[in-house]
């Protein structure tokens, strides 16, 4: 377990420069997924060996030992460097759990601060409703589940269709791509962005995400420029590109080496959606320009509660950007067709299979070592 347990502490820094490289070569919505991805696969494999690490040198410890009938002598014998490298790995963990709160809680704050700065949306079919909390509460011995589980799915299907419809309502509103409402709001700030939407709690109502405009931003594009624009932030909310970010901030709070993926994964969900909006208006001319100029306004005067792990046709390096709207659909980049590509492509999946396989293998020799260390305290008896 010694030394697969340090791979996926090493892989990562070969692995994300082939990440990079590979995303380059590929289409925008590719791109994305595998840059997504190989953080994703990466960071999971680090905690893993971090946890491995520290839980080797807990095991040592003599409550620890006791409380799971473990031979201590036996275990100090078979790895004796794991008490020196568990206690880095336990800080590592608490610093790395730390940062992940962290990290969750001023996105949640940002979202919220959006979320307080606009317009009540619409109601949605299935919604609370004010007067929900005054209903009457049934009697626990005419509650439903206190009859047979047939007559409560015959009574669910009968007396209450139209809870299941509302059911069914909420989750089409989160995942259709076009029930995504439109908040203008009247500022002078020029700006657009996609605000994910959130999932219903007790008490609290869900709601789909919504493309979040200002009338500055309006007023500073054509009405074609428009549509690109809000074809474009549209496509943020479809592919659910806030949690491509979400996980890429994550990762990069994991290991070092992941963090130069932020911004490649920035641009590629900026590209998606850029082609995705050329799709819908048919004209990517008119896309470039939309991008070009909401980008030119947003510099002027960005509006303040804009949250920051939010997707926006504004954001990213938009020369680049506009460039690749420029070209034509049938030009490919020339490194598609060499054996770069596939070369990349290999070296890549190698590096996450190996992560992976080596994770595995320190948890199983851990497994194992825990069984022998417990035959060890029966044979000591």
Excluded: K, N
Excluded at 273 to 294: F, I
């Amino acid at each position: 377990m010694m030394i697969a347990v340090w791979a996926p502490l090493l892989l990562p820094l070969l692995a994300a420069p082939l990440a990079r490289r590979l995303a380059d070569a590929l289409s925008p919505r590719a791109a994305a997924w595998t840059l997504a991805g190989t953080a994703t696969v990466l960071a999971g494999g680090t905690l893993c060996s971090l946890g491995l690490l520290a839980a080797a040198g807990l095991l040592q410890l003599p409550p620890v030992a006791a409380l799971g009938h473990l031979s201590l002598p036996w275990l100090t014998s078979a790895a004796p460097a794991a008490a020196l490298s568990a206690v880095p790995a336990g800080l590592a963990l608490v610093a790395l759990a730390a940062l992940a709160v962290r990290t969750a809680r001023h996105r949640r704050l940002d979202l919220r601060t959006a979320r307080a700065a606009l317009p009540a949306p619409a109601a949605h079919p299935g919604d609370p409703r004010p007067d929900d909390a005054h209903r009457e509460t049934p009697h626990p011995d005419r509650h439903p589940d206190m009859r047979p589980p047939r007559a409560s799915v015959r009574r669910a299907r009968t007396e209450h269709p139209r809870g299941l419809r509302a059911l069914l309502d909420r989750a089409r509103a989160l995942l259709r791509p076009d029930h995504h409402s439109l908040a203008v709001l009247d500022d002078e700030c020029a700006d657009a962005f996609a605000l994910p939407g959130r999932l219903r709690r007790p008490g609290r109502p869900g709601e789909p995400g919504r493309i979040v405009v200002t009338s500055g931003m309006l007023r500073a594009l054509t009405a074609p420029e428009r549509a690109a624009l809000l074809a474009h932030e549209r496509a943020h909310l479809a592919g659910r590109h806030h949690v491509f970010l979400a996980l890429a901030e994550h990762a990069a709070a994991v290991h070092p080496a992941l963090r130069p993926l932020r911004a490649p994964l920035g641009y590629h969900l900026e590209r998606w959606a850029d082609e995705v909006a050329a799709e819908r208006v048919g004209d990517r001319t008119v896309t470039a320009r939309a991008v070009g100029r909401a980008a030119l306004a947003a510099s002027r005067s960005p509006w303040p509660a804009r949250p920051r792990l939010v997707p926006a046709a504004h954001s990213g390096p938009v020369p680049r950007r506009v460039a690749a709207l420029l070209q034509p659909t049938t030009a490919a980049p020339a490194a598609r067709s060499g054996t770069g590509r596939r070369a990349a492509a290999f070296a890549l999946a190698a590096c996450l299979a190996l992560t992976t396989a080596a994770a595995l293998d320190a948890t199983a020799d851990l497994h194992h070592t825990v069984e022998a260390a417990q035959q060890g305290t029966a044979t000591d008896r």
